[in-house]
């Protein structure tokens, strides 16, 4: 797949880990479509640059065979491939030969069991058997007397027996036909959707017609990518049974720019898109990457007494649908299936496309490492796997252990304990009290029970608070890349006093390696001016004292 070119613009960095990163999965669904713009990418730098693909959840191969084998396509594909042994007469194109094409409409629940087959029936047994065929499930081949067979292939019993690597592989295969065969028809000229034989001219008129249908095939084979990625990138953040995009909302986030409301050229822009999207996603449906629900028919005679080109777009400044009027312009739901494929095709393509989970399979320090360092990761995700089935104070004990250190992630591994410390709760409360003293944990150890409701824990000593204070808002700058906004909520609530002078005066003093980094960012970003520079003279000193 090809990463995706949006025409969104607008956010703000945010300095994520990996130079040229533009799509970093830790940022809020609404500014991920504004990244490009972000790192000052236009189009050229584009194809250059690295496109983060955020964590997803899949479940289990085999699980995940069982949902394509249940894909009622890919089963009609099997059912007609085990119909051909031993061997069964085609024509010299390798199809069924008339007679047995109503037999297989039967074979596969399409048609009743008496009388004709409708037409429909057949077409869609053909359909299934060309499938099976472009599967290497049927192999044709010809006899020594000169008669044309199909016989099954070699997948089709593994295949039938559910073996998840056969099944995925197959289906994989499969969902790539027709990804291709829903742009070839999304791009073929009026003449030949309709089915009539295209005229050919001759020359250059021939040329230029054949340039065009090119060109419409790339133009849809981009628009279908652009839209799966967003789609792949919604689920990934969306909180489970809330995966369903409104096809006019899919179709908004690839056509209006970030924090701008759609004009009413960008509206006809998003029903020109709904439009072209509907039959392709329709299409991939069939095959299980989707659940669709197809724009409504009756919209497009209704646009303007049937004059129109499509479904329109609400317009501007009108009362908003309700749920069942909105669902007629298109419902759609990436799968697991649906996940799954689009991943495979990502790091065909030679993206990093990583799973939920990944980074939690060693142990805590492995753990705590990989998530500072990885550019594309679910923190809290990964923290989850890992604690899971765990027993709380061992798993609180090596979480601290792993926390320890005055190197550059140091603060993050911290905060991601105190992350995980939070998910473990009171179970781990004896682990904790036994690094009530330490001078690296200490603080936050405290500040933890505490929010457990904990009465009997004492005060941290001066240094230990001063210290902890540094140290929480080195991870803040860390975690955030440096995000002035949130960085600005977070300094307004630093417990300076009435005497800023007395209270950076001691904060300069803090032995720690991001202790002048965070009187910097105070300086720059607190709202109050004399704070502001009591924070920059500290910082100074703290320069000054580190050379």
Known sequence: MAGRRRKNAGAAATGTPGEGAVLPADLELQDLYGAFAAHGLDDEDLDDAAVL???????????LAAQAKAVPMFGYALKLARWTAPHRPVDEFGDLTGPDRAPAARLLGLAPEQGDAPEEAVVEAMRAWSLACDLDLIEIG?????????????????????DPETVLELWLTAAGIVRELAVEADSLPEEEEEGGEPSVAAGEEDEER?????????????????????????????????????????????????????????????????????PMLGDLAELGLLDYRPIDPELFDEEEGGEGDGPAAPAIGEEPLDEEESARFGLVRLTPLGQYGIRQWLLEDGYDAPLVGELAQGDAAELLRSVCESANVLPDEELRVWITGREPVEAARELLAASRGSDAYAPMRRMLCQLALTMLGAPAEPAVREVLDDPELGGGARAWLAGLGATDVPAPERSMALWTVVDTFAAQLLDTGGDAELLRELIADLPVTDNPASYFGELWRVDHPYTADVLEAVGELHLDRTVAKEARKAAFKARSKGQ
């Open 53 to 63: 693909v955020p964590p997803v959840k899949l479940p289990a191969e085999d699980e």
């Open 142 to 162: 010809t006899t020594a007397a000169g008669e044309h067979v199909a016989v099954p292939g070699p997948d089709l019993e593994p295949a039938e027996e559910g």
């Open 210 to 278: 054949l340039a065009q249908v090119e060109e419409a095939r790339d133009e849809a084979a981009e628009l279908l990518d652009e839209a799966l990625q967003v789609l792949y990138e919604t689920t990934a953040f969306a909180e489970p049974g809330t995966e369903t995009v409104p096809l006019g909302v899919l179709a908004a986030l690839l056509v209006v720019p970030e924090g701008e409301e759609p004009s009413e050229e960008l509206l006809g822009d998003i029903t020109d898109v709904m439009v072209a999207l509907d």
